[in-house]
């Protein structure tokens, strides 16, 4: 069985400071996804990974994939307020009936504080 | 372009009352269909996925059951409802073999 693994679960930092959120798994995958949530919201796709060593960044976020050490990162630079959001990653095991299927972490909870 | 739908936003339904939640699509062609619980403060756990009409697949037994009656609709039921049922109702689509996801705005049930 698929383990998708966030740690902080939760994180509360200051503007301006940088974090890192890390998502390990624990199967052998070459696509992942990460996703933010505003309270009571749905998902928003952030960065979609698709090869070992990919890097994306948009704006103050850069996310990179370790497809041998199957870990995932998500680089907060400069942090605003914001930002502030529960952040997930979500690993694709893909079958060949049924397309993509995601295995979600628990969620990073993060608050930025000014 | 693209767009899924879901309804209704919000549902409080007693215990052992049924189900029928709604989720359509938009703008595309046999898509893969997908559908998610999340618990308060939880990440998301699949429930069901479909990869065409009359096509379902479960994640988890439970008391829920899901139909596809047409190639953008897909719905979720139940016959009678528990707590545990509680939670934000997540509908997903993706282009077949492609890779991501897209969700819908999700619905809030509450059981009482």
């Known amino acids: 069985e698929l383990k998708v693994e966030q740690n902080p679960l939760f994180l509360s930092m200051q503007e301006g400071k940088n974090y890192t959120i890390y998502c390990n798994y624990s199967t052998t995958s070459d696509r992942l996804y990460w996703y933010r949530q505003d309270p009571g919201k749905s998902l928003e796709s952030l960065f979609v990974l698709l090869s070992n060593g990919a890097v994306k960044q948009e704006g103050r976020l850069m996310a990179s994939l370790d497809t041998k050490a199957r870990l995932s990162t998500l680089h907060i630079t400069a942090a605003v307020h914001d930002l502030s959001a529960t952040y997930f990653c979500?690993?694709?095991?893909?079958?060949?009936?049924?397309?993509?299927?995601?295995?979600f972490g628990e969620g990073t909870q993060l608050t930025v504080n000014p | 372009s693209q767009t899924i739908h879901q309804w209704p936003a919000t549902l409080v339904q007693p215990v052992g009352s049924p189900l029928s939640l709604e989720c359509t699509v938009e703008g595309t062609s046999n898509p893969n269909l997908y559908w998610y619980r999340q618990a308060a403060g939880r990440g998301l756990q699949l429930l069901f996925y479909?990869?065409?009409?009359?096509?379902i697949s479960s994640e988890v037994p439970q008391n829920l059951s899901a139909s596809r009656p047409q190639d953008r609709q897909f719905i979720l039921s139940s016959k009678k409802l528990l707590l545990s049922d509680s939670g934000f109702y997540l509908c997903?689509?993706?282009?077949?073999?492609?890779?991501?996801?897209?969700f819908g705005p999700g619905t809030r049930l509450t059981v009482t």
């Open positions: 479909s990869v065409g009409i009359g096509q």
């Open positions: 979500a690993v694709d095991i893909r079958k060949e009936t049924s397309g993509s299927r995601l295995t």
């Open positions: 997903a689509w993706s282009r077949g073999r492609s890779y991501e996801q897209y």
